[in-house]
């Protein structure tokens, strides 16, 4: 994957990704003056592997490169997405280099420190493990002993972290790593013994690697785009959330995620969560 050395970004040509959702103009008219006059929509696209978001030649695909353009189709703004490392959304949002970010973030406290969100799907996690090696955790105890990583910057990092903790006389290594490839390219070389990622992910490295599975059901709950905490973030949260409303009540946020193979996680509607917030309860 080819990066921008300065920045640690790639930006997209958009352009011919794909056909954008039909504008909406009730809900266009709810974004804030200056992103309505700049015609652009800033998207950071993490790079979580697929089905979510993976690069294919010259084009990013996955289910958060269709929301993107859909979600920036109906608000009637062109889609301008960069490839990151996950670790470099928030701070991303932060510096302004974007407006909003995906990664199927959880909406936790410390989150809500720094950015908004806007919930759009829902999943659990599960243990990526090397079908050979028998080892198979269930549940987060099972980590003790073993080494195992997440991606930097995920929930299921600190959730390893909050674990390894707890190992008692029988302590747990945890490393992070910058992506899913990365962390699958540890596991198969035996410097990991599972790594914790989204159900997902470890669908598709199934689907990839036939020596590879998938071991319990950790947490979950709704997963969110991140929107930049800025002047314009009251209204551009409402414009989001009415955008997928809008994708969920038409049936193309369905089409979305039949298309790739994401439809176990579909959300009934968007829910918004800033500064000040109550994060949703999960099961980690």
Not at 83 to 112: C, H
Not at 121 to 131: A, E, G, I, M, P
Not at 151 to 170: H, I
Not at 237 to 261: P, W
Request: charged letters at 20%; one cysteine or more.
């Amino acid at each position: 994957m080819m990066l921008a050395a300065a920045a640690g970004v790639m930006v997209m040509a958009t352009a011919d990704i794909r056909e954008a959702a039909a504008k909406v103009d009730s809900v266009a008219a709810l974004l804030p003056k200056s992103i309505q006059e700049a015609g652009v929509l800033r998207i950071a696209i993490p790079d979580v592997g697929k089905p979510l978001a993976y690069k294919e030649g010259a084009e990013l695909k996955g289910m958060d490169p269709d929301l993107a353009q859909a979600v920036a189709g109906v608000l009637g703004l062109k889609a301008e997405l960069s490839l990151i490392p996950f670790a470099a959304a928030l701070t991303g949002l932060q510096s302004n280099k974007f407006d909003v970010s995906y990664g199927e973030f959880y909406v936790t406290a410390e989150r809500l420190k720094v950015a908004d969100f806007v919930t759009n799907w829902q999943d659990y996690s599960s243990f990526l493990v090397v079908k050979s090696k028998g080892y198979a955790p269930t549940a987060l105890a099972d980590v003790c002993g073993h080494i195992v990583g997440a991606m930097a910057g995920s929930a299921e990092l600190e959730t390893l972290k909050g674990a390894a903790a707890k190992c008692a006389g029988n302590a747990a290594t945890v490393s992070a790593f910058p992506s899913v490839s990365n962390a699958i390219l540890a596991l198969n070389s035996g410097r990991v013994d599972g790594v914790l990622i989204n159900r997902g992910g470890a669908q598709e490295a199934i689907h990839l690697d036939g020596t590879l599975s998938a071991s319990g059901e950790i947490g979950g709950g709704p997963t969110a785009t991140a929107v930049a905490r800025t002047e314009n973030s009251a209204k551009l949260l409402e414009a989001i959330k009415a955008a997928y409303d809008h994708l969920i009540q038409s049936g193309e946020y369905a089409k979305i995620l039949e298309k790739n193979d994401t439809a176990y996680g579909a959300a009934k509607t968007a829910v918004i969560y800033k500064e000040g917030s109550m994060p949703p309860k999960y099961g980690f």
